[in-house]
Every structure is written in structure tokens, then in C-alpha cells.
DNA sequence: CATGAATGAGACTTCATTCAT
DNA sequence: GATGAATGAAGTCTCATTCAT
């Protein structure tokens, strides 16, 4: 009995839990699915469960209640994000270079898993329900903070100016993105030259262009 | 719409009219209170009609339903803030000046009436029911093209480089306000430090400084 | 205009209000069939506004919860079951025809409206939900109140013996009739011999007997 | 079963009834602490097996449902209230001192177990949900079948007058210890008062007292 | 034109119980 | 015997909208 507990320990996925973390899998991709089709207000947890072939109250096993389910698929998707573009910049040094791939890693997402980035980009403060919540810091800002950290950087070996605050720096590229992609998504521009024009503005506003 | 409007100002308006106008406008005033502070899906049309002093019918007198009354509200925001900021750059024609005006003008609206903008910028496609429903353009979109329209002017007289497309600048332009603003007030950045890094990162955005 | 708003204050009962009125009254008498015949738990709002042939919703333009609902109805009940006992006794003085009295008069309310006592006398602590909340106090300790001012009554003009706290006296009575008429009711004792035994059992409790 | 019980006892346990029999003191343990805690309706099977540390599907190897748990939780509170009067009154004869001492042994309880008795009264037909149920003896009821059995001990010696029904006689008694006691907690009245008032109450009803 | 009582579809969530492991 | 993930019927309550007055 004791013995079977250690084996436990070094194994935890028991056969339980791991049923578990299928079931939550299931449902993730499913609240995935809803919230991208139909956005936040009009996917109901009942028609989570269902997508995912699971009961009404399974749902309520995984998560708190339905902002705890938008919220964990906004976490991963911005970890998917950001994790594709970090792979994507991996050994680049070049400022321009890293710019341009975050952009193209974005579009590519963006192309792969369509809606998803907007349906994330839903700002939590709407989901607020009960007064004095805390207001969840938005993905947008969060994603600014990365980019406050590459600009930093090159402030620092002197490849950018130091005259601008690297972290309003970093919501700027992250403001000027999210705009620009919308409307050129919104008015069919080219892929080719939507990246140009935005990896352009980008590198001009932060002084990396002579 | 904006014809009909203008005819009643011209003929004396008869007593039920003008008591309809009345109604109206305590209706918007209140859904810019209610909109404000508690935000669109918390608000209810009772409130509205409630806080205006109106009965709860009277509410659907003067709206289709809850949506129209919200796009009315955003469209009077929309249209005070770009007056307001039309009026300050009033025969400014340096470029610099010009986004200096309108961010201070953007800045100076906000203070007065905290937190209109932020709701007015809550995005029309997420209050949609019905499927398929034309997704009407986002203010940041309209004020996107505000802004296009003065760096093409600036263009076309050569104050600013043509190599990139004057319909992207403009929502460049947007999204750089929108975020950087943001996120300066949530981490209390002092108005001046703010407008003046808002101020650098636009104009070299748009190649507007050596 | 105003000439009718003077009017309406006169005769509070507008159109409007008299069908709300109406509404409430409708709904009070289905909640007291149904928590009458179903019990407090197995009685849903939705079946009190089907018996009272309204909307679900009509229920909570009325009573702010279920809860809320279930207090009206227990107050009513007290009121009349008070009424009718006061009536009884009106103008009787000696204390052993007071008591033989109310009994008489519980009993027959009992037999006009069988169970509405015993419903109306469940807990009011048993339905409290959220913690913390003003534990209602309970009908039969308010009934015990009245007892206890008649027995004052007596003490203070030397009928009853002062030698004990008329408070408790007033609850004992109570006690005794609510004890003694549940089990009296349901071994089926005559209703002569059960009013005469609780008669007796109260006046020497009281020490009103020799 | 209970012959059951008592063969188990002179038999040696095997292992697997000895570790059901602790799972379900375990079980019995933890309905005791929430229904008192926090009431019958508020206090789910789950809650109970995880206070009691065992798994949610063990409580259902003990108890055919939850009322069936509550009702073991009555039964043995009632057991153990009774059992501690009757040792308090072994050997007493005198019909006040009985009185007197078992008052004192259900104070004594209710300050070692605070709460319990309140729980233990809820009437079981609050619990009936399928209609027709036999609506199983209230432990008020019984506890006055105890007295009654007092009582009529006492008529038949000649202690008590024999003009009244020994089994409503005993009611009473429960009934204004019932309702006296409750008040006087609720109204914070003194323990040795409360118990002399309780006494005289009773002994006069009873016509035990000159 | 104005009112506010009424509506009922439908939202979110709970919980007693089952059953595969 | 023990477990705990899964279930889904059922419950309470909301709210955008209508309509008789």
C-alpha cells in the first residue's frame, strides 16, 4: 500500500488524473473553437461541454465558471504567440530582422489559427462582472512588456536611442501591430506589403532607421 | 439622418417634438453615464430610462434597441473628441505642432470626461447578435482615417516621405496613441513625460523628424 | 396635467399600480397553496408564477428572491392566524376562556386552511444561504411575545403569580400548544379532548389553577 | 441490525469490515460537524467524505443517500442525548429532581456539542422529496414518548393527578423545554434561571407542585 | 408621446448520484 | 472496499423587449 503511494509520487499521472487533463484538453480546444466562432458573450459553457463531448458539469470541474475558462484560453494563447515568436527570433541579433520576424511568426499564427489572436485580445475588463475586481493586465500590455525588454536591449548596446522610455517604446510597437494588422487585414491588403509598411513604421518610431 | 435633423431646426419645432428631443438627450446623457461606469453588458436599458428620469418604454421610443443606443453614444463621442481636437490644430500647419495638438486635445477631453473615450472604443463587432451583421467600423478605425488624411496632405507637399502607405500610417498613428495612453495611465506616467515620448515615437513613425 | 397628478394622490391606486397589487395578490395566494402543499424546498418560483398565471418573471417584480417570497407568505399567515385569535378574545378577561380561546381559534383556523400554520412555521433559519445573514426571528417566539403581554397582564392585576419570568411563560405556552397539537393531530385525538387537555396543561403551567 | 451489529462484536473482525467500520465513524463524524456547521441543505455528500478524508464514492458504500446519512446523524444525537439523561436521573425518583436533572443534562450536552440538538431537530419531513413518503417520527415526538412514559410512572403512584393524558403531558414538557430554551439562548437569560423556570413551568403543568 | 407592469427565453451554476478503474 | 471524475436534471434569477393603458 505504502509502496504503491511512492510509485505514485514518481508517476503522477494516475490513471484518474490523466483522464482528467484529457477531459480539460478537450475542453480548452472546444472553448477555443466557441469563443473565436462566436466571441465571449454568446458561447455558452453548456455549448463548451457539448463541443467537447463532455457533460455540463465537467465543465465546472475544470474551471471556476465561464471568465476562468476565457481567461485560461487567452493564457494560451498568448503562449503559443509568444513562444512562436520568441522560437522565431532565436540567435536573430539584428533589430530589423527581429522585427520582421515577430511580424511574419504573428501573421503565420494568425493564417494557422484564424481569430484566435483577436478573439484574445477581447479586453478582460469587459468580462468584469463583480465590482472592484481586479482588472487582469490586458495580453496587449503584457505582449508590450516583451517588447519593452528586446528594445531595452538595444538601447543598451547602443543600437537604439535612449531618448524615448523603452517601455511606452514596447506598447508602441505593440499599438502600432495590432492597428495596422486589423485595418489591412479589414481592407485586404498583401500580406507582403502589410509586413514591409509595419516592420518600416516599426523601426522608424523607435529610431533604428538613419 | 443628419437631413431630417437639420429641417427640424429650421421650422419651429411643435410641442411634442420638442419634448421628444428632451427625452432623447436625457436618454444619451445617461447612457454615456451608465456606459461609462459600468460598461456595456452591465448596463441595462431600465437603467438607462431610469437614471434619464424616463419610463422604461420610452427607451424604445428613441432606439431600435440597446446596440443603437450604444453606436449613438459612440458616434456623439466620436464626433466631440474629433471637434474638439479639429478646433485646436485650427490653422496649424507644422506637422509636429499638429500631433502635439491633437494628443493634448485627446488628453485635455479625457480629463474631462474620464473614461467616455475608453468606452466608446469598446469594439461594435462584440455587441453583435446576429450573425452576419455588417461589423460597423470601429471608431479607432474612423480616427485612423482622420489621421491618414492629414499625413497625406503632408505627403503631398513633401513634409513627410511617400515610402510608405498613408492609410497604414494613420492607424500607425492611432495605435501608438491608443496603447502607449493606456498603458501611461494605468502605470501613472505624468501627462507631460507621456505626450512629449507620444510625440517622438509618431513623428519618426511617420519620417517626420531627422 | 397637473390637475391629474393631484387627483392620483388622493386615490394612490392607479391603473397601473391596482394591476400590480393584483400581481402580488395572486402570487401570495399560489405561493401559500404550493409551500403549503410542497414545503418550502420542493416549491419553485417558476411553479408559484404558473399557479399564479404570470410570467417567471412577474415573480421577481415582486419578491426580491425566493426567500423573500416565502417571508411575505409567513407574515400573512401570522397576521391572520393573530387577527383571528385577537378577535376571539376581544372583551374576555378571565385568563382560562382566553386561552381556551385561542386555542379554539388556531384550531379553527387550521381546519379553514389546513397546513398553512405548519408551513409557515418552518425555520426561518433553515433557509438562510448566505452566511451571516439577520437570523429572522422565528414566528413562534413572536407568538410568544403576545403570550407573554397577556400573562403580564395577569400578573400585574394578581390573577397569575409573579414567581416566574413572564418571557418564558409566554414561550412555554407556546411550546406546550405547538408540541401537544402536532402529535395531538397526528395520533388523531378528538379535537375536544385535545383543546381540553392543552387548556388544563397551560393554566396550571401558569399557575392559574387552584 | 442492531442483532447484526452485536454478532459483529463477538466475532473477530476480519480486516475489510474493520476498515468499513472506520470509514463510516469517519463519515458519521464529519456529517455531525456540517450539519451542524451549516445545515442540512447546505451540506453536500462531497463535503462530508472530504472532511471525513475518503474519497466522494465512499459515502455512498455507507449511506443510501444523504437523507439516510442525516438521519444516522439524528439517531445517534438523539442516543446519546437520551442515554446522557438517563444516566443523570439512574436511581432519582423524585419527579422534580428528574426534571430537574435531565434539564441539566441537556444543557450539559448542548454546551459539550454546540449546535447538535438544534441540527437534529430539523424535521425530517423538510427532507421528504418523494411524494407519499412515510414522514418518519420527529425526534421532538419521541423524546415526549420518553416523558410520557415518566409521566405516567408517576400518575400511576399516585405523584401526579391522572385528569389529564399522560402522552400529551409529555409533549407539553418537550414542548416548553423546546421553546423555553431555545428563547432563553436567544435572549441570553442566565443558565441557572433559565433551568429553575423551566423547572417550575413543567412541575406546575404537570400539577406536581401545591 | 409616455409609461411601467409583464414577459419568457435563456444564462449560469450546483449537486446528489453513478461507475469505471 | 475505495476512489473521484463525470454526469445532467434541475434550480434560481436576469434582462431586452412588448403592449395595454
Known amino acids: 500500500m505504502s509502496n504503491e503511494a511512492e510509485i505514485n509520487e514518481t508517476r503522477p499521472a494516475t490513471r484518474g488524473s490523466r483522464r482528467k487533463e484529457e477531459s480539460r484538453r478537450k475542453l480548452l480546444e472546444a472553448a477555443r473553437t466557441l469563443f473565436v466562432e462566436k466571441g465571449y458573450h454568446d458561447t455558452r459553457p453548456q455549448d463548451i461541454a457539448k463541443q467537447a463531448g463532455v457533460g455540463h458539469g465537467t465543465f465546472y470541474l475544470h ?47 494568425g493564417e494557422e489559427f484564424p481569430g484566435v489572436f483577436e478573439a484574445a485580445v477581447t479586453d478582460p475588463g469587459l468580462l468584469a462582472s463583480n465590482e472592484g475586481e481586479v482588472p487582469d493586465a490586458n495580453i496587449l500590455e503584457q505582449w508590450g512588456d516583451v517588447w519593452s525588454d528586446i528594445i531595452k ?44 509598411s509595419m516592420v518600416r513604421l516599426i523601426m522608424r518610431a523607435l529610431g533604428g532607421v538613419s
Open 153 to 196: 536591449g538595444h538601447q543598451d548596446d547602443g543600437t537604439l536611442p535612449s531618448d524615448f522610455d523603452a517601455v511606452l517604446g514596447g506598447q508602441a510597437v505593440v499599438g502600432i501591430m495590432r492597428q495596422t494588422s486589423i485595418v489591412g487585414q479589414r481592407r485586404e491588403m498583401g500580406r507582403e506589403d502589410l509586413a514591409e
Open 63 to 109: 474551471f471556476d465558471d465561464k471568465k476562468a475558462c476565457f481567461l485560461a484560453f487567452v493564457d494560451e494563447a498568448r503562449d503559443e504567440v509568444t513562444q512562436a515568436a520568441m522560437n522565431r527570433i532565436e540567435g536573430v541579433t539584428n533589430l530589423e530582422d527581429q522585427v520582421r520576424g515577430i511580424i511574419e511568426s504573428t501573421f503565420d499564427y
